[in-house]
């Protein structure tokens, strides 16, 4: 009878041991016990391999985000995986889109990453809108290479190294809290941008965005549009008269006019908060949040050319409409 009662003990104690170690939903640090996870399903990564599998290397972000159904959530031992990437038509995609259309449906439909989609035939390797000046790293983008999930010629990591895979190194391993852009981990998504600039500041909803509304969603800041800058720096700027270009980026909702009209959040035009320190909130303040890069693009891809959100030939003023441009314009 002490037998089975001290087994009964020993079983007890690693079920409370397991549930103590299961990463918090959204959390993307890797914790004690769990580097199995993933370094046993990538060999090249450890032991006398280490570093000389160039390929598995670069694939990592891409096999580990990617998934073969159309589920945008997948499990990898006891973590969460945001999924980013699907062969079949995403269910439910998550905040940043999905590069499933910029690969089955058209270059345009997102950023052409190396690994996922062909090279954009009328852009090349180049980011339209592209100036040295804009970007901030000491390397600066080749054009001679792909475009990358991180490093110089990518989003993630530090763009100041080259190597996508050295660029994120470590960053699932650090701590992730707080949110303060100090470090590549505490870098929203780990957009860095650079070791010597600010990461991106947010707050990360739990699910990635996967089931958003008004009040579950991530949480931007416009730092966000300084990354967007690194690349295509030349899209959105004032000509010398001071007249907007393109459509303006950066500068708070309009406190009058139709602008006022948005004053409850929509996850299908997100706004830039000034202040991202509290929780989540419902409400859009007119002259206080601002127009963000991604208020109208998706970051990794979406059906529609631009990788915009919306269908923009269907989007007619004066038509009544509702959602797309009309979020914001409201009386359009």
Same mark, same amino acid.
């Given at each position: 009878?002490?037998?089975?009662?001290?087994?009964?003990?020993?079983?007890?104690?690693?079920?409370?041991?397991?549930?103590?170690?299961?990463?918090?939903?959204?959390?993307?640090?890797?914790?004690?016990?769990?580097?199995?996870?993933?370094?046993?399903?990538?060999?090249? @990564?450890? =032991?006398? $391999?280490?570093?000389?599998?160039?390929? +598995?290397? !670069?694939?990592?972000?891409? /096999?580990? &985000?990617?998934?073969?159904?159309?589920?945008?959530?997948?499990?990898?031992?006891?973590?969460?995986?945001?999924?980013?990437?699907?062969?079949?038509?995403?269910?439910?995609? @998550?905040? =940043?889109? $999905?590069?499933?259309?910029?690969?089955? +449906?058209? !270059?345009?439909?997102?950023? /052409?990453? &190396?690994?996922?989609?062909?090279?954009?035939?009328?852009?090349?390797?180049?980011?339209?809108?592209?100036?040295?000046?804009?970007?901030?790293?000491?390397?600066?983008?080749?054009?001679?290479?792909?475009?990358?999930?991180?490093?110089?010629?990518?989003?993630?990591?530090?763009?100041?190294?080259?190597?996508?895979?050295?660029?994120?190194?470590?960053?699932?391993?650090?701590?992730?809290?707080?949110?303060?852009?100090?470090?590549?981990?505490?870098?929203?998504?780990?957009?860095?941008?650079?070791?010597?600039?600010?990461?991106?500041?947010?707050?990360?909803?739990?699910?990635?965005?996967?089931?958003?509304?008004?009040?579950?969603?991530?949480?931007?800041?416009?730092?966000?549009?300084?990354?967007?800058?690194?690349?295509?720096?030349?899209?959105?700027?004032?000509?010398?008269?001071?007249?907007?270009?393109?459509?303006?980026?950066?500068?708070?909702?309009?406190?009058?006019?139709?602008?006022?009209?948005?004053?409850?959040?929509?996850?299908?035009?997100?706004?830039?908060?000034?202040?991202?320190?509290?929780?989540?909130?419902?409400?859009?303040?007119?002259?206080?949040?601002?127009?963000?890069?991604?208020?109208?693009?998706?970051?990794?891809?979406?059906?529609?050319?631009?990788?915009?959100?919306?269908?923009?030939?269907?989007?007619?003023?004066?038509?009544?409409?509702?959602?797309?441009?009309?979020?914001?314009?409201?009386?359009?």
């Amino acid at each position: 009878m002490r037998a089975k009662n001290f087994s009964i003990i020993i079983v007890f104690f690693l079920v409370i041991q397991s549930v103590f170690l299961l990463p918090p939903a959204g959390r993307a640090m890797v914790i004690y016990k769990e580097c199995e996870t993933c370094h046993v399903l990538f060999p090249g @990564l450890t =032991g006398k $391999n280490k570093g000389k599998n160039k390929d +598995l290397r !670069e694939s990592l972000c891409v /096999n580990c &985000h990617s998934n073969a159904s159309g589920d945008t959530i997948k499990l990898l031992g006891n973590f969460r995986i945001p999924v980013v990437n699907n062969t079949q038509e995403p269910a439910k995609p @998550l905040a =940043g889109g $999905n590069f499933y259309y910029v690969a089955g +449906l058209g !270059e345009r439909k997102g950023h /052409n990453v &190396h690994g996922i989609s062909p090279t954009d035939m009328k852009f090349g390797m180049t980011p339209p809108g592209y100036d040295r000046a804009n970007d901030p790293s000491s390397i600066g983008y080749n054009p001679a290479k792909p475009l990358t999930c991180a490093g110089s010629n990518g989003c993630h990591g530090d763009r100041n190294v080259e190597n996508p895979f050295a660029a994120i190194m470590g960053s699932h391993h650090a701590e992730d809290n707080p949110i303060d852009g100090s470090t590549t981990a505490k870098s929203f998504r780990y957009l860095r941008i650079t070791s010597s600039v600010k990461g991106v500041l947010g707050l990360e909803d739990e699910d990635w965005g996967q089931d958003a509304t008004g009040l579950k969603h991530n949480e931007y800041s416009s730092t966000i549009n300084n990354l967007c800058m690194s690349c295509h720096g030349n899209f959105h700027y004032k000509d010398k008269k001071g007249a907007w270009f393109r459509h303006p980026v950066g500068v708070p909702l309009p406190v009058k006019g139709e602008y006022a009209g948005y004053s409850s959040y929509n996850p299908d035009a997100p706004v830039g908060r000034a202040d991202i320190s509290g929780a989540t909130s419902r409400s859009v303040k007119a002259g206080r949040d601002v127009v963000l890069c991604i208020s109208c693009h998706m970051a990794h891809g979406s059906p529609y050319n631009s990788s915009l959100r919306w269908n923009f030939e269907e989007v007619f003023s004066g038509k009544g409409g509702r959602g797309a441009c009309f979020i914001c314009h409201t009386k359009k």
